[in-house]
Every structure is written in structure tokens, then in C-alpha cells.
């Protein structure tokens, strides 16, 4: 299925777990991917393996958005797909009320304004061409309480909100330009194994007895994989989601529909 062919798409954090497996497949898809990221070396290998661009690129800082937008479009003259995949988990050493403000601001800064940043450095560009697909990574917990992760909780919800608005934005004077959040579960990434060893350390157990307790609460029984979201995004992005906009998506085998999530 080449159905990306001729569309150029942004994925930031797409060294990452759940950006490496979306880089990969909207690659396959047929998109021209630049990956940003802070990890170098992962960022160019991939870009390597699947025919894309990297660029080295903090999300948190407005000038580097100027050189990714810039980057995007020498490729083609046009921006099709901005994936706002970055985040980080915060430290969950500094929980509840330990929670200090520069731990709050450095989350904040990659998770939420990271994800403004992006969109607000991509959409002219799309607004111009009349048309575009913005996909924010949220998360499931931005529908619970999180006083393990109070700014990781509190930016995914603000990035949900964002979304909703952009989607507004994006839609108007016959534009379309569709802005939708997506919100992982669990996932296996280095972001959830770093969770569930924290976990264990707090509770003396191991890491894997971590997880096979939280999976007992998740309907489908495991943790995600990062081609669950990967799919899901590559459906979001494609034209078969042209009526697509403002949804919050929930990919998280049925957790959050429990008591338990
Ligand atoms: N894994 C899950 O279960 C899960 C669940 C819900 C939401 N998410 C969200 O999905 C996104 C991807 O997470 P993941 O699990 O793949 O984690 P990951 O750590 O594998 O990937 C995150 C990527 O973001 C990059 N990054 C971090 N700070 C950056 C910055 N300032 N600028 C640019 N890149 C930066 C990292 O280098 C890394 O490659 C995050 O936003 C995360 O909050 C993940």
C-alpha cells in the first residue's frame, strides 16, 4: 500500500520507540520522513535505513523548528504530515508534591510546548496549500489522575486540548488541515520499560513482575506494540482520514475503559 507516495512528512522523537516504528512505516507507505530527534546517531542511522532525512533538533527551541520547516521543505516546496512524537516520562523520583519547578518546566517544555512549537512552525505552511495532517502523541493518562507523573500528566492532557483547538484552526476558511491526537496505553518502548523499572525499585520487586502486574488490569492482557501505533497514524495521516479531525484516539488495548485505567 503506497498510499503516502508524494507527501513529506515531519516525525519528531522519530529515533524513538513509537516515532522509529511511524518514521518506518510512513516510509514504506511511500512518504519522504525527516526524522528530528536528540539522538544523533539513532536519527541518522534510520534515516539511512529508510531513505529519509535527519535533522538534529531539539523540540523545546523555537529557532531549531526554522531549520526543520526549512529542511521539510526543500524536499518537495510542501509540509503533507507533522508527527509531534517526542516526550519524555519526566523523573519519577520527584512525584506528587516532590515535584519541583524545573522538573515541571523541563516536561512541560519538551511535551507540550514542544508539540505548540511544531505545529505552530508547520501549519502556515500547510494553511498555505489548503491542506495537511497533524498527528499529537498525547497519552492514555491524560484522562487520569498521574500523582506518580503530575507534568507528564498535565502536559499529555494540554496536548489533547491543543489538538482540539489546532483542529479548529485548521478547519476554517474551507481549509484542510486536520489536527488529531492520538493516546497510547501501555507501549514497549524505553519509555515504559524505564517506568516499569522504577516501579519495581519503589516496590522491591523485578521489572518484569512490574509488568505482569499492570498487565493483569489491561483487557487485552500485554503491553502495546509500537507498530499498534504506528498503524493507527499511518491511518490518520492518509487520505482515507479525511474526515478526521479534532478525534482523541485511544490505542491502549482497553485500559483506560476499566476501573483499573
Ligand atoms: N510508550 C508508551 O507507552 C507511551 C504511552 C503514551 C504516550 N507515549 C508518548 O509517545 C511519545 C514517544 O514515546 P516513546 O515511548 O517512543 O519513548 P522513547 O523514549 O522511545 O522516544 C522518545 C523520543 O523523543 C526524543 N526526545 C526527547 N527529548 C527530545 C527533545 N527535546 N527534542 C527532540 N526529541 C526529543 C528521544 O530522544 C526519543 O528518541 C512520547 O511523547 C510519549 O510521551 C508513549
Redesign the pocket.
Given at each position: 500500500m503506497n498510499n503516502l507516495s508524494g507527501k513529506v512528512a515531519i516525525v519528531?522523537?522519530?529515533?524513538?520507540?513509537?516515532?522509529?516504528?511511524t518514521s518506518r512505516l510512513l516510509a514504506a507507505r511511500g512518504a519522504h520522513v525527516v526524522i528530528?530527534?536528540?539522538?544523533t546517531a539513532?536519527?541518522e542511522a534510520l534515516a539511512k535505513e529508510i531513505g529519509g532525512t535527519f535533522v538534529r533538533?531539539?523540540?523545546?527551541?523555537p529557532a531549531q523548528w526554522d531549520l526543520v520547516v526549512a529542511t521539510a521543505l526543500k524536499v518537495t516546496g510542501h509540509i503533507d504530515i507533522l508527527v509531534?512524537?517526542?516526550?519524555?516520562?519526566g523523573d519519577f523520583s520527584k512525584g506528587g508534591l516532590a515535584t519541583d519547578l524545573a522538573e515541571w518546566r523541563h516536561v512541560m517544555?519538551?511535551?507540550l510546548d514542544?508539540t505548540f512549537l511544531g505545529c505552530r512552525a508547520v501549519m502556515p505552511s500547510m494553511l498555505a496549500a489548503g491542506k495537511g495532517a497533524i498527528v499529537n502523541?498525547?497519552?492514555?493518562?491524560s484522562f487520569m489522575g498521574t500523582p506518580t507523573a503530575l507534568a507528564?500528566g498535565a502536559?499529555?492532557a494540554g496536548?489533547e486540548q491543543l489538538s482540539r483547538s489546532l483542529a479548529l484552526m485548521g478547519a476554517q476558511n474551507g481549509n484542510k488541515v486536520r489536527c488529531n491526537a492520538?493516546?497510547?496505553?501501555?507501549?514497549?518502548?524505553?519509555?515504559?520499560d524505564?517506568?516499569f523499572a522504577s516501579f519495581a525499585a519503589a516496590q522491591g520487586i523485578t521489572a518484569a513482575e512490574a509488568e505482569a502486574g499492570l498487565c493483569t488490569t489491561i483487557p487485552l492482557g500485554a503491553?502495546?506494540e509500537?507498530q499498534d501505533?504506528a498503524n493507527t497514524i499511518a491511518f490518520l495521516v492518509s487520505d482515507e482520514a479525511a474526515y478526521v479531525t479534532g478525534a482523541s484516539i485511544r490505542v491502549d488495548g482497553g485500559w483506560s475503559v476499566t476501573s483499573a485505567g
Open positions: 519528531t522523537g522519530g529515533a524513538g520507540g513509537l516515532g522509529g516504528a528530528t530527534d536528540v539522538a539513532a536519527g533538533h531539539d523540540v523545546a527551541d509531534n512524537g517526542a516526550g519524555i516520562e517544555s519538551i511535551n514542544g502523541i498525547s497519552s492514555i493518562v507528564y502536559s499529555k496536548v492520538i493516546h497510547p496505553g501501555v507501549i514497549r518502548t524505553r519509555m515504559t524505564n517506568i503491553r502495546g509500537p501505533i
